[in-house]
């Protein structure tokens, strides 16, 4: 299984970093830019959302190709925070004029993601990712 490890400390410019990482090692793995994509776009998004209101000091990213399914664990030292479940729901049928700005990029990780989850361990967060990926 090929695997891709980086600390990040809590600074925004830190997730340009790992997307330069993250795009070089699914170039290497040969996968599709969509799928690059698809996993940046989770990534800045729970990243900013940790970074912005966790109070994490650093987070470690891990992320792992086996055959047919890319897996995410996110590891941080924030404040507890379960975004999957305590992040509210956008409303998705009202206009661009009425929606509140934000509250979308969650959406977004659960409907591009094939699993999310999230555990506090001791005093980390654990959000947990898998993409399942074309034959």
Do not use: W
């Amino acid at each position: 299984m090929a695997e891709l490890a980086l600390s990040l400390n809590n600074d925004l410019a830190e997730i340009h970093r790992l997307a330069e990482r993250v795009e070089g090692f699914c170039e290497e793995a040969g996968l599709p830019m969509k799928t690059v994509f698809s996993l940046n776009l989770a990534l800045d998004e729970l990243l900013t959302n940790t970074m912005t209101y966790g109070g994490a000091k650093t987070i470690l990213v891990r992320i792992g190709l086996a055959p047919g399914r890319l897996s995410v664990v996110l590891d941080d030292d924030g404040i507890p925070f379960d975004p999957f479940h305590e992040a509210a729901e956008p409303d998705l049928d009202l206009g661009l004029d009425e929606r509140p700005i934000g509250g979308l990029g969650v959406h977004f990780v659960k409907k591009m993601m094939t699993t999310t989850a999230y555990a506090r361990q001791g005093d980390h967060n654990i959000v947990t990712l898998t993409m399942d990926l074309p034959a």
